[in-house]
């Protein structure tokens, strides 16, 4: 019988072998094809993003998966004061908070029941971003909450 896939688990392992752009991105592709990825999605994100008629420096912004801060970073330079950003591994988190030291970073599965009393259930967003994590969840009722949970 086959162990159960954890995510958690996964994701921890491959930030603390390799905490960058590569650690997050398509691994078997290189270096060099996901710095060409990233710069291409920024691109994008800050047209959309600007598009969209919102004033960034007013604005509160939740982003669920923040890895390496890629999107973090890019919100902030749209303007966006503080950032929250959610991860699922004490890597990411770690990492982020001693990158972004204005923003709050916590560690949580966006797939799991939150609890009703959590700060980020209270707390109200202009945006929620979720860029490149949501089709790593497999499990439908876990995708399901995750919806609920941005929501």
Do not use: C
């Not at 993003?49 to 999107?71: E, K, N, Q």
């Not at 929250?84 to 204005?102: H, K, N, Y």
């Amino acid at each position: 019988m086959t162990d159960p896939f954890r995510v958690r688990d996964y994701w921890e392992s491959r930030l603390r072998q390799s905490y960058s752009l590569q650690g997050v991105g398509y691994q078997r592709l290189g270096t060099q094809y996901n710095k060409w990825m990233y710069r291409l999605r920024a691109r994008v994100f800050q047209r959309v993003a600007r598009g969209l008629g919102v004033d960034w420096p007013a604005a509160r912004v939740l982003d669920v998966g923040s890895g390496t801060g890629f999107y973090v970073d890019q919100w902030h330079q749209l303007g966006v004061p503080k950032v929250t950003g959610v991860d699922i591994t004490s890597v990411a988190v770690q990492e982020l908070a001693r990158r972004f030291p204005r923003d709050e970073f916590v560690q949580l599965d966006v797939g799991k029941k939150l609890a009703n009393d959590s700060r980020l259930v209270t707390r109200d967003y202009a945006a929620v971003s979720a860029k490149d994590v949501l089709f790593h969840i497999v499990d439908d009722a876990e995708y399901q909450e995750a919806f609920r949970n941005m929501a």
